[in-house]
């Protein structure tokens, strides 16, 4: 893969992931660990990274610190090429607010992007799982000589109302762009019951970028935000907008149920779910290919140890994922995401659930549909996930699909 040495990108990793409460309770959502060793923004860098893309800024404000830990630890470039994923904190450069919204947080790191003088400018957010190959997008973008171009997915038009919706004409060229509309937009050129959701992800041309947020930042009345404000803006100036159709792009290694595979892991139910999906026999989602590796800060943890078979005390786990340093002690474990230095301790047993690093399972437990975040100490003879009233009685959170969440360093 070829460098490309005239874009820079900017991730928005500042989001507070309200829905994802109790895991963002103290990290943002981009943090959030995913796939037992993967942290959530994993994913979009690493789309950069096997794209050639390797000037990358990453925009953070919402409590931040685990966000900033893991990405120092775990995204070392080489500054002697001039490579590099450096964290963007909030520094309030253009006042005394915080970002304001999507526009105004590169809005306030407008000096980055003119320290680097790029020709493009890559805006994604930080908080989706997904395989790009970033560079087919720019392609496109250079190709029609696009102002900005909008990555979009298509979705039921039964779904619009979660989403910015575009109209497009014959060539993709954007006609419209309603945010969560509550009729059904205009269907995608012959697909009809489709329409294109934006991913909130950009490719600008440096100089339309750079006016258009001088001029929404003057704008008193705007939410400083690029689907509410400055791509409305920018289409009633007449600027050439384009939308790149996701489920066109391919990468290396790519399995037929991967195209277009997106999800936003946004509430406890799909985030649940899209950890689950990955112990398929064959995941929508393949964590395991040489072709588009994915990268992460690696622990420097002993292998999973599986010990005991004696009678009914049997190490074991099916259908699972198990992370480095993990212990299986005696007890079992089916359709379960493990992170590393789990321990499962004997006669216990876990079924359907997402354990997070550090999380000790006393002996004789039974969890079941669970996400145990990291750092409990679950107690012998505990059950959780089985009695919807007990869990809310002890402070855990019960999704509206059924998944009780302990928080991190819960005490039971």
């Not at 000790?360 to 100490?377: H, L, M």
Request: net charge negative; charged share 25%; proline share 6%.
């Amino acid at each position: 893969m070829s460098t490309i040495d005239d874009a820079i990108v900017m991730i928005l990793a500042g989001g507070e992931g309200k829905r994802l409460f109790p895991l963002t309770k103290d990290r943002a959502k981009p943090a959030v660990p995913f796939g037992g060793r993967y942290r959530i923004i994993d994913f979009v860098i690493n789309n950069f990274i096997n794209s050639g893309f390797y000037k990358i800024k990453v925009l953070t404000q919402y409590k931040s610190d685990s966000l900033n830990k893991h990405i120092t630890r775990g995204w070392q470039l080489s500054p002697f090429l001039n490579q590099y994923v450096d964290l963007a904190p909030a520094q309030m450069r253009t006042g005394n607010d915080w970002y304001r919204g999507t526009a105004d947080a590169i809005y306030q790191n407008i000096f980055h992007i003119l320290d680097e003088d790029p020709r493009y400018v890559c805006i994604f957010g930080g908080d989706h799982i997904y395989k790009m190959q970033v560079n087919q997008m720019l392609d496109f973008h250079k190709d029609n000589k696009a102002d900005l171009s909008i990555a979009g997915i298509p979705i039921p038009v039964e779904e619009a109302s979660e989403f910015g919706i575009m109209e497009v004409d014959d060539n993709w060229k954007l006609i419209n762009f309603v945010e969560k509309p509550q009729t059904p937009p205009k269907s995608i050129p012959g697909r009809p019951g489709w329409c294109l959701a934006s991913m909130g992800n950009y490719i600008f041309d440096k100089e339309i970028l750079l006016t258009a947020l001088e001029k929404d930042f003057q704008d008193q009345n705007s939410k400083h935000d690029f689907g509410k404000n400055v791509i409305p803006t920018l289409l009633a100036e007449g600027k050439n907008i384009y939308v790149y159709n996701f489920a066109d792009n391919s990468f290396p290694g790519m399995t037929d149920s991967e195209r277009g595979y997106w999800k936003d892991v946004g509430s406890i139910d799909a985030y649940w779910q899209a950890n689950m999906d990955l112990l398929a026999h064959t995941p929508e989602l393949n964590l395991y290919s040489k072709e588009w590796p994915l990268r992460t800060f690696n622990y420097n943890y002993p292998p999973a140890k599986f010990v005991w078979e004696e009678g009914d005390r049997v190490g074991m786990a099916t259908n699972s994922m198990v992370s480095e340093g993990c212990i299986i002690s005696g007890g079992g474990l089916s359709h379960c995401v493990l992170s590393p230095k789990v321990r499962i301790n004997s006669y216990s047993s876990v079924t359907d659930s997402i354990l997070m690093e550090n999380v000790e399972v006393g002996r004789y437990s039974q969890i079941r549909k669970a996400i145990i975040d990291k750092n409990v100490v679950i107690p012998p003879h505990t059950k959780i996930g089985f009695d919807r009233e007990e869990d809310i009685k002890r402070g855990f959170h019960v999704s509206s699909g059924g998944v009780t969440v302990v928080p991190k360093g819960a005490i039971l």
